[in-house]
């Protein structure tokens, strides 16, 4: 079973998410096909904060819509870390707006894509691409969320 623990560094999620922790739980849930007994921590946080993660873990002095840092496993019984996932407020708000997406729906969909950055999927080349965005989908339909790649054939996601 998967453990979800969140953290609240950003009061903004409160307007479109009034409970981000139920929020977090509920689509990773339903993303948690195979990852067995395992916890994933969820950080709701702004672009500031998500742009010094990402200048100081990837070299990129600007915010980004999700980050994922997979944990390494340790060799001791009970729940597996699988890692964090960091979401940025402002930018993913921004690019709801510009997608015409509702903003639930959108976070749903980058809780998705860090989680399946933990579990091992990338998007380097067009086929892991489209492997990842085909799982992507699949989750998203069980929470009846569209296809996001459906209307836009850019990719939304811009994140290690």
Known sequence: MLSVDTSLECDSWLGPLPDPATFARDVLARADRG???AEVS???ADDAFVR???ARWRGLDKPTNVLSFPAAAPGVP???PLGDIVLAFETVAREAREEGKPFDHHAAHLLVHGFLHLLGYDHETDAAAAVME???VRI???LDIPDPYAENTATTQNTA
Do not use: H, I, Q, S
């Open 140 to 142: 998203l339909e069980t």
């Open 52 to 54: 010094g993660l990402n």
């Open 134 to 136: 085909a799982r992507e």
């Open 35 to 37: 990852a067995g007994d």
């Open 78 to 80: 009970g729940p597996r």
């Open 42 to 44: 969820v950080l709701f």
